[in-house]
């Protein structure tokens, strides 16, 4: 297949097994997950281009995580301000409360700047490396229906032509106003804001400080947010008795740039009034039609995670998609994207929600009496950790899905939660992240002096388990990692894989999926009654063996 935009590709019907409508960054990012699996994937985009101006401006530890599963880390993390904080302002601009957070539990900094018209370009360069995907920019789905055999499209290119794909399953990563959500008529629950806010972008700023300055006050609320390579966010609420018309003029806007920093004369890229929701979408899945980002959740601005949601769905759905269509996995597997990702996108809205009214106080006396609490609260050093480590974020965790309970609290539980991924050394003394050591797809991981000592827990059962899993050990940092014919062996580099995965389960063994969230957690006691729980949810080859499909190369 080709990547040849300008290709004509009306003669025949066509049969793809996964069409993406949407090629932002969610797409495109489902897009490159598919094709480290090989997946044969069409990306329609009704616009000709990526978009060309700024819109997302943070990318999270997740988010990046996703990036080096698709072999683009390092591409993206260039492009970024890295490990940036934020700093919250009271009504008279003297700081009262800092989120600073220096934890790197997922193998990169917890907030990262960037501009997303060079994150699109470079995802969307990273499709070349895959025959298997192509692209069409400027081809719109007109019309679609759907039965038990797939999804039928009629498509209109940028010159007016129509014709017809046919699609096992259809990614909907299609915006905020989505074709396909409205078309299916599901409802968006939750709210959106009375208030109007106005968005700046500058280019060449003369302001060094590269903390988010967030404006507690309600006279004006406002976000300045730095950016990489001299580029700068104002976020400013409009105000009652404000028109659109009048906040856009160049005028205003360089009045209020002048009276929070040094660029009233800095080049300004745009200036938009936006409105902002807190809004999910009733059910994220008709048929085989799954809605993806903006589609399925819209979320405010106050957190930084609207296009993180989104690069987690794909996250989710990718590697779902992809062994379903291999026939690796039972289609069952999903009906678990929406039960996996719209709580725990609801849970980040509310979170924006909650951030974003502490940021508009109604009144001076609100916003002084509230102000004043959070400086007695930095006084006690838990409260204080509590929000500049960001301990509030909702942790990558799900309440159910496609994973094995194992019955500790959710503070406790590493079921259904994401691996930390630790750096870690190998025989050659070579040191790398988890996740650059092992081959995509699932993995069985354990702590131990050996590879002997680690797997002890599962002697009696390692028969019953795929024979494609890689086999993963630790040794702890004091302890060599000795080859091993059938373990790949790594040195807990720093004692992280002790502190973030280990602590209290010594003598587990973590059966991880190809998203890196712990699908089981394994023990000598508990093999008898989880080992057939998993036998049940994969799918057995034509020999009869269990087989979960596990890639054997990266997917850099």
């Known amino acids: 297949m080709s990547n040849n935009n300008d290709k004509k590709h009306q003669n025949d019907r066509r049969h793809v097994p996964v069409v993406i409508v949407g090629a932002g960054p969610n797409g495109l990012t489902l897009a490159n997950l598919l094709g480290t699996y090989g997946i044969e994937t069409l990306v329609l985009e009704k616009n000709l281009t990526t978009v060309q101006l700024p819109r997302a401006v943070s990318i999270d530890d ?40 220096n934890t790197s539990e997922y193998g990169f900094a917890r907030r990262n700047a960037f501009i997303q018209p060079n994150l699109e370009a470079t995802l969307k360069e990273g499709l070349k490396r895959f025959s298997c995907v192509e692209t069409r920019f400027g081809h719109e789905v007109v019309n679609f229906s759907q039965d038990d055999q797939g999804v039928l499209l009629e498509v209109e290119d940028h010159d007016g032509h129509r014709y017809e794909i046919m699609a096992d399953h259809v990614a909907a990563s299609d915006g905020g106003k989505s074709y396909f959500r409205t078309t299916l008529n599901i409802p968006l629950e939750g709210l959106t804001y009375e208030q109007k806010w106005l968005i700046i972008d500058l280019k060449g700023t003369g302001d060094n400080f590269r903390q988010t300055r967030v404006y507690c006050d309600p006279r004006r609320p406002g976000i300045n947010l730095p950016g990489p390579d001299g580029t700068r966010r104002f976020e400013f609420m409009m105000l009652p008795g404000e028109t659109e018309e009048q906040v856009v003029e160049e005028a205003f806007v360089r009045r209020l740039i002048a009276d929070h920093g040094p660029d009233r004369d800095a080049e300004i890229v745009r200036k938009q009034v936006y409105h902002f929701h807190a809004r999910e979408a009733v059910c994220w899945r008709k048929g085989r039609i799954f809605l993806v980002g903006d589609a399925a959740h819209l979320t405010p601005p106050f957190a930084g995670q609207g296009m993180n949601s989104g690069i987690r769905d794909a996250s989710n759905l990718g590697w779902k998609l992809a062994q379903v269509v291999q026939g690796k996995l039972p289609a069952e597997v999903l009906d678990s994207y929406e039960e996996e990702r719209k709580p725990h996108a609801w849970q980040l809205i509310k979170m924006a929600d909650i951030l974003g009214r502490f940021m508009m106080p109604p009144t001076l006396l609100r916003a002084r009496l509230m102000q004043a609490g959070m400086r007695v609260l930095s006084l006690y050093p838990p409260a204080r950790d509590y929000v500049t480590q960001m301990r509030y974020k909702p942790k990558p965790r799900f309440m159910s899905g496609w994973f094995i309970p194992d019955g500790l609290s959710a503070k406790k539980t590493r079921a259904g939660r994401m691996m930390a991924q630790p750096a870690l050394e190998d025989p050659q003394r070579r040191v790398a992240k988890l996740d650059d050591c092992c081959a995509a797809g699932f993995l069985l991981v354990a702590y131990g002096t050996s590879a002997a000592e680690a797997f002890a827990p599962l002697n009696d059962w390692k028969h019953q388990l795929p024979a494609d899993i890689q086999r993963v050990c630790i040794t702890p940092r004091q302890y060599n990692p000795v080859p091993d014919s059938d373990v790949q062996v790594f040195r807990d580099l720093y004692g992280q894989a002790n502190e973030w995965i280990f602590d209290g389960f010594e003598n587990a063994v973590f059966l991880v999926r190809p ?26 080859t034509e020999a009869g063996e269990i087989g979960v499909g596990v890639m054997t190369q990266s997917a850099a």
């Open 62 to 101: 997740e988010s990046m995580r996703t990036m080096q599963m698709i072999g683009l880390d390092q591409e993206v993390i260039n492009q970024c301000a890295q490990d940036y904080g934020s700093v919250y302002l009271d009504v008279n601009r003297k700081p009262f409360a800092r989120i600073e957070p």
């Open 515 to 540: 998203d890196r969230y712990v699908m089981a957690v394994l023990t000598a006691e508990n093999a008898a009654r989880v080992i057939p729980k998993l036998q049940s949810m994969f799918c057995k």
